[in-house]
């Protein structure tokens, strides 16, 4: 019985090894994993980018949002109850339309109430001013009869005292007229208040109030009510956010391009207007400047405020100069530089890093010093180094992290075409895949 569980087991053993041997035969896929897992092809995928002339723009990123140039709150320099609004959010206006109504029976009040006090301030006047005739009238006979020596000095002093109070009652009251006159200004200015009118041309692009609210006026201490924001968007601009560090070359009039997330298949282009001058913190305590860019927005859009931006400043221009990618230029320490890379001219020997680029020669990588300039997003500039033409080693960027000397390298397109079944056929064309024209 055991003999059979033996020869059973090792049955199924044999079965087993010989479907894993037919199927590492005829799998190709199956072949290339254990390939690749437990003999790893040395030889490290890379690709060729060459070196070429041309212009390179300096650029400085910045997020930002979308707001109008233009755009006012209104609120109301009165109290009082709102009872129209002629005009709804996302409505156009015009200058001079009417956007709000007051209710204005009390500020009417306060007119005739300020108009009646200055009646009665005339007429007092009117009273004061017989006062002051009929006082200036006593003191001239008052006088006239202590020149001859008639009355004491006395009763000319009591005189003299009775005239100038009357006159300082009329000073009084035309002061009063002055002060009621200024009542009147007031309260026609606020009754002129209970309506408010657009500024300018453009939209409403928020209400924040309905008909029957009371809207309050602002105090030192407490904002008063926005009844609603005007903004003019045909005029947009960019409120851009310019991190401390890269605010220095940033001037008015740069060109711009802006990205905004709303139209992600679009780009938009501008100006820089204005460069702030005065450092800013945001909430995560980083320092930036704010910087505005004027917008040239296309009339098919209407763009809506506050809407989430990029964007990048042209801040310098270089005309035809040599350019790589800018992945493609590390940094080495120089001990571990290879003779040719040591005793270059290019490098610095006083400092622990050399930068260089690495060119393919022979299926292997040979690092080459270069002297380079400025960078935008993707290029970096080559002073001195290399020529046009000359093909550097791009990517992939796990390659180029621990690329080194003399690494064994090949072109990405020519490892795809070793596959599982050896080199491609003859008639296979740069992809890999069988030339239509040849026969199958």
Known sequence: MLRWIFLLVLLLLVLIVGGMGVAFATSPGLRKFLSDKYFP??????????????????????????????????????????????????????????????????????????????????????????QLTQSKSELARARQLFDSKDVARSALDESESVALRAQSAVDATKQGIAAANAAIVRAKKDLENSVIIAPFDGTIVR?????????????????GSVIMEVADLGVMLMKARVDESNIAPVRAGQAAKVYINAYSNRKFVGAVERVGLKRLVSSDGTGYFEVEVLVDKPTDILLGSGLTCNADIAVERFADVLMVPSQAVLDRRLDAMPESVRSSPLIDRTKAFVRVVFMMEGGKAVPKAVVTG???????????????????????????????????????KEKVKLGADGPAKPNADADGEPDESEPK
């Open 41 to 130: 092809d040395p030889r490290l995928a890379i690709r060729l980018s060459e070196v070429r002339q041309g212009e390179l723009v300096r650029t400085v990123n910045a997020p930002g949002s979308i707001e109008p140039k233009t755009k006012v709150q209104i609120s109301a320099q009165v109290s009082a109850r709102i009872t129209d609004l002629p005009f709804r959010e996302g409505q156009s206006v015009r200058k001079g339309d009417v956007l709000v109504r007051l209710d204005a029976r009390d500020l009417s009040a306060l007119v005739e109430s300020a108009q009646a006090n200055m009646m009665a301030e005339e007429a007092r006047l009117r009273g004061n001013e017989a």
């Open 374 to 412: 400025a960078s935008d997003l993707t290029d970096t500039i080559v002073l001195s180094g290399l020529s046009v033409g000359d093909k550097v080693i791009s990517g992939p960027f796990k390659v180029l992290v621990d690329m080194s000397e003399g690494k064994l390298v090949e072109l990405e």
């Open 207 to 223: 209400l924040n109030a309905e008909v029957g609210e009371l809207v309050v006026i602002g105090t030192l201490n407490n904002a």
